[in-house]
Nanobody, 115 residues
Framework: QVQLVESGGGLVQPGGSLRLSCAAS????????MGWYRQAPGKRRELVAT???????YYTDSVKGRFTISRDNARNTAYLEMNSLKPEDTAVYYC?????????WGQGTQVTVSS
């Protein structure tokens, strides 16, 4: 069992930056693929970025070059560094931990990009 708690969301102006954190409790954090998803109002939840146990990363096209996913296995924490934020990045951001047929979600953190 893994519990995930996101933090770091908030209100930021266009062009600004935020760093989201996902703190995991439970065992074997390093064996999970960690991911960040987001869901905007009226839209489906979409994959933003993932990082594997070997630290290979994937980004959806709309965030490439602006967002960076990372993990600190010693701290059981995953991060999403978000730069050059745009209004269309506004959403609830969710942390995900996946391994084999196991799939865990955090409660989400709101990111609002607005002037």
């Amino acid at each position: 069992q893994v519990q995930l708690v996101e933090s770091g969301g908030g209100l930021v102006q266009p062009g600004g930056s935020l760093r989201l954190s996902c703190a995991a409790s439970g065992s074997s954090f390093s064996s999970y693929i960690m991911g960040w998803y987001r869901q905007a109002p009226g839209k489906r939840r979409e994959l933003v970025a993932t990082i594997t146990t070997a630290r290979n990363t994937y980004y959806t096209d709309s965030v490439k070059g602006r967002f960076t996913i990372s993990r600190d296995n010693a701290r059981n924490t995953a991060y999403l560094e978000m730069n050059s934020l745009k209004p269309e990045d506004t959403a609830v951001y969710y942390c995900n931990a996946a391994r084999y047929n196991l799939n865990y979600w955090g409660q989400g953190t709101q990111v609002t990009v607005s002037s």
